[in-house]
């Protein structure tokens, strides 16, 4: 039984990966910030299997240490792709807290009425390794953006590529305040304008 789940877990992964990027490109003056959303919504959509491990095993939703280890390492190979170090770093602190939030909704929900029954996919194993490619496709995508941050319209841009990104995907909207957390230092402004 936990062999099929775990085979389910890797199936949903793979269709996870497989499916929003290719839907994602879209052909627009945006389409950067577009598949950055989409990278982003694929991290908020992992914080679901981490809430439930970290549940399952009695862990803490924080994890400081790794959240730093995380942090620099983002910062060395943001240099060496040519994206901002601050910058990378920053997105990434954005990244963890949002999916803290989500995690932090989860447990609450499962306090208030029943946790999954079904096993978590591993964490070492399984979803770790999905958000440790999902970092190096972010910080790519970062050096796409990079040039981008700057423009006075971009807190409106970011906006309307989460708009084309909601129109392309089945956009789960208990997230929106955990996506807007998570794009909320994409532009040098700060902020996504217009985006509830």
Same mark, same amino acid.
């Given at each position: ?11 949903a ?37 981490v ?6 095993h009695q ?11 995380? &942090? ?18 920053v ?39 999905? &958000?440790?490619?999902?970092? #190096?496709?972010?910080? #790519? ?37 955990a996506?807007?957390?998570? &794009? ?5 402004? #700060? ?6």
């Amino acid at each position: 039984m936990i062999s099929l789940t775990r085979a389910s877990a890797h199936c949903a992964a793979a269709l996870l990966f497989a499916l929003p990027i290719a839907s994602a490109r879209a052909d627009s003056d945006d389409t950067a910030l577009t598949n950055l959303v989409a990278l982003v919504s694929q991290r908020l959509a992992l914080a679901e299997p981490v809430a439930q491990w970290k549940w399952q095993h009695q862990k803490p939703i924080t994890d400081t240490p790794r959240e730093d280890a995380l &942090l620099a390492d983002v910062q060395k190979r943001a240099a060496v792709a040519g994206v901002d170090p601050a910058f990378a770093r920053v997105f990434f602190r954005d990244q963890i807290d949002a999916s803290t939030l989500v995690q932090k909704s989860l447990f609450d929900t499962w306090r208030a009425s029943q946790a999954p029954a079904n096993p978590a996919p591993d964490l070492a194993t399984v979803t770790r390794p999905q &958000l440790d490619q999902l970092t #190096g496709r972010l910080i #790519g995508a970062l050096a796409r953006v990079q040039p981008l941050r700057g423009a006075p319209d971009c807190p409106a841009r970011v906006a309307r590529s989460v708009e084309s990104w909601k129109e392309l995907t089945r956009y789960d909207s208990a997230h929106a305040k955990a996506m807007n957390q998570a &794009l909320g230092h994409v532009c040098e402004s #700060g902020g996504v304008g217009g985006m509830a």
